[in-house]
Every structure is written in structure tokens, then in C-alpha cells.
């Protein structure tokens, strides 16, 4: 599903508040091919959960980011996300789909609390070929602030969107590419990135609620920072050291509290109309966040689930020497929502 807009090769732009990424997918073979992966941090406060603070110093760092990866086109795959955008699970009168796109935005006035008059709206039925005289839809709404602000700052690099997607959606498309097995019941996918770690709940692979957490890596370094005297590059070392440190785990504690919380207030919103009418059965993290260690047996213990790390390239063909210059272990987990839009194939 997506807001906007069949190339052989599709380039993303995910642009983070800790990191810009750009990934490139070949689709002339047949199966898509990762071919070209490239990452930039942003300076701190540059973009505050999803809002960019600093056009200049972004739109600088996509050109940089442009220039050093050897990507020529002007076309993009992007996506929006947070608190402006709404992803609902609705029953409607069964329709086609052309009717319903005639009626959908009167359906989501009963449903998005935002201005209808400035809202970009899209939706997808859900069971298309059921019977009945109701049918589910998956509604989303993205205020139109939204979407214009990310594309004036493509337009100011000279990129333009073929695509404009949902972060959530692109998460699931990765994901459900390399973790097929996921199809059926209920599964949770987090990720955790540097402000906002975002919930997906997929019901029979579907995705059909997301939720937004205000905590991220960067919340775990200033509280590293504020409470244990760490400078911003040791607290960052923490964060990312193979084994886990003992002065970390009670804030790691603390906050994994938070996530799962989180976790459990979606699930518990989501279950009464689950599909398969039961609870969340398993658990997938990726992001940034995910390679922290010991978060993975922090949500395990507290939700009782299995937890397992997301890799967006378990089953993705990689081209040769796309991570000569990278850890593919450290780079990989940070590349589920790029892989997830690069994926998509503009008309």
C-alpha cells in the first residue's frame, strides 16, 4: 500500500533521527538484489521524532550521502510515519474496491481524528474475495503536512518521490519477505530506533496496528550520561558493545519495562477483534536498538514470548561487495524499513 504512485532498479531514502539511509534493489533479475547500501548519522536535534528541526543540515546530508554512494537517479521510495499518521482495521459495507474509494473518505470520518479536509487518505481490503455483506478494510491517514513537508525537503536535494509510503508497511514488507513463516496467528514486530522505537502488530501477516514509543537508543545514552557520568562516545560504546555491562542493565531494565508495556497495550487493543483470536504469539525486533545487548532477553522475560532478531536480508539476494566496507552484522538490523521501500516497484 502506498500514498503515491515497474522500475528494474528502486532506491530508498529513510530518513532518521539518529541516521540517513539510502539503499538500492535491483528487480531486473527476477528476485530482487540489494545492490548498494549507505548510511550517514545526523547531528543530534536535527530531526526530532520525525520532525525536521534543520532542513539545511539534512538536506545537506542526503546530498553528501548522494554524492558518496554513486546513486544518480532523481527518484525515490520514502515514507512517513508517528503520530500523524493512523493505521485502522474497519468494517464497511462489502463493495468493490472502486466504490469503496468513493466512499472511503465519509467511512474515515468516523474513524481518524484528524481534519478530513487535510488528511491524504488510502486503504486495502482485507478479504476481497469473502463473502458477507460487511467487509475488513485496512484504512490509513496521513495529515497532508506530513507528506508535502517530506517532499519540499526531497525537492531541495532534487529528488522527487515515486513512491511515498508508511514506515510501518514498508517494516512488513521486509519482513514478511525474509520471515515467511510469520504468516499465520499474531506477531509483534518492533523497532527500535534512535527517538522512537514503533510496534507492528501483524495479524495472519497482515499489519494491522501500530503504535509509536517515545524511547529509543538515544533515551538509554543520556540516561547513561546523565546518571553514570558517561561521555556521549562511552555511553554510545555501551550501547553497542558485544556483551552486555553490568552498569547498563538497570537502565536497560527500566526502559525494556517501557517497551514492553507498550508492547502489551497494543496487543491487548488489537486482540478482541483479532482474526485468529488469540495474543501476541511471538516477537521480532529490529532497528538500531535491537542490537543493544541483552535487550532481546530483557522483553522475553518480562513478556513471556519468544523474541528473535529481525534480519532484513535473511532471504534478500546481496550483491557482491555491498558490505565490503561495512559489519554486515551492525549494518543489517538498521536496514529494515530502506530494504522494505526499496523493495516496492513504482508503476
Same mark, same amino acid.
Given at each position: ?57 539534512v538536506a545537506d546530508a542526503i546530498r553528501g550521502l548522494l554524492a558518496s554512494s554513486g546513486i544518480k537517479t532523481k527518484k525515490v521510495v520514502t515514507a512517513v510515519g508517528g ?51 460487511q467487509m475488513t478494510v485496512l484504512l490509513v491517514a496521513a495529515k497532508r503536512e506530513l507528506v508535502e513537508t517530506k517532499m519540499a525537503l526531497l525537492a531541495d536535494v532534487g ?5 511515498? &509510503? ?7 514488507? =521486509?519482513?514478511? $519477505?525474509?520471515?515467511?513463516?510469520? @504468516?499465520? *496467528? %499474531? ?86 477483534g483479532s482474526r485468529s483470536g488469540g495474543g501476541v504469539s511471538r516477537l521480532f525486533v529490529t532497528g538500531g536498538g535491537s542490537r543493544i545487548p541483552g535487550l532481546t532477553r530483557?522483553?522475553? &522475560? ?7 532478531? =529481525?534480519?532484513? $536480508?535473511?532471504?534478500?539476494?546481496? @550483491?557482491? *561487495? %555491498? ?25
Amino acid at each position: 500500500m502506498a500514498l503515491f504512485g515497474r522500475n528494474k532498479t528502486t532506491v530508498a531514502l529513510d530518513i532518521g533521527s539518529g541516521l540517513i539511509k539510502l539503499v538500492q534493489i535491483s528487480h531486473g533479475s527476477g528476485e530482487p538484489v540489494l545492490t548498494k547500501v549507505a548510511t550517514t548519522q545526523v547531528v543530534d536535534d536535527a530531526i526530532v521524532e520525525g520532525e525536521v528541526m534543520d532542513k539545511g543540515i539534512v538536506a545537506d546530508a542526503i546530498r553528501g550521502l548522494l554524492a558518496s554512494s554513486g546513486i544518480k537517479t532523481k527518484k525515490v521510495v520514502t515514507a512517513v510515519g508517528g503520530r500523524d499518521v493512523i493505521i485502522k482495521k474497519i468494517t464497511m459495507d462489502r463493495m468493490k474496491e472502486g466504490e469503496a474509494r468513493e466512499v472511503i473518505r465519509w467511512e474515515a470520518e468516523q474513524h481518524v481524528p484528524f481534519d478530513m479536509d487535510n488528511v491524504e487518505l488510502d486503504f486495502q481490503i482485507l478479504d476481497p474475495d469473502a463473502d458477507g455483506l460487511q467487509m475488513t478494510v485496512l484504512l490509513v491517514a496521513a495529515k497532508r503536512e506530513l507528506v508535502e513537508t517530506k517532499m519540499a525537503l526531497l525537492a531541495d536535494v532534487g529528488l522527487e518521490p515515486s513512491i511515498i &509510503d508508511i514506515d510501518a508497511f514498508a517494516l512488513h514488507n =521486509a519482513f514478511r $519477505i525474509n520471515h515467511p513463516d510469520t @504468516a499465520r *496467528g %499474531v506477531v509483534g514486530l518492533v523497532n527500535v530506533g534512535h527517538e522512537t522505537t514503533n510496534v507492528n502488530i501483524l495479524d495472519d501477516g497482515v499489519p494491522v496496528l501500530t503504535r509509536d514509543i517515545m524511547i529509543g537508543t538515544r533515551r538509554l545514552r543520556e540516561d547513561l550520561q546523565r546518571e553514570r557520568g558517561l561521555s556521549a562516545e562511552e555511553a554510545e560504546r555501551m550501547l553497542q558493545a558485544p556483551e552486555l555491562d553490568p552498569a547498563l542493565k538497570p537502565y536497560l531494565e527500566s526502559r525494556g519495562e517501557e517497551i514492553a508495556v507498550g508492547i502489551e497495550r497494543a496487543a491487548a487493543f488489537l486482540q478482541s477483534g483479532s482474526r485468529s483470536g488469540g495474543g501476541v504469539s511471538r516477537l521480532f525486533v529490529t532497528g538500531g536498538g535491537s542490537r543493544i545487548p541483552g535487550l532481546t532477553r530483557v522483553l522475553a &522475560d518480562r513478556l513471556r514470548l519468544p523474541v528473535t532478531q =529481525a534480519n532484513p $536480508i535473511e532471504r534478500l539476494q546481496v @550483491a557482491e *561487495g %555491498v558490505f565490503d566496507t561495512m559489519e554486515v552484522d551492525e549494518v543489517a538490523p538498521l536496514l529494515m524499513l530502506p530494504i522494505g521501500l526499496a523493495l516496492r516497484q513504482a508503476a
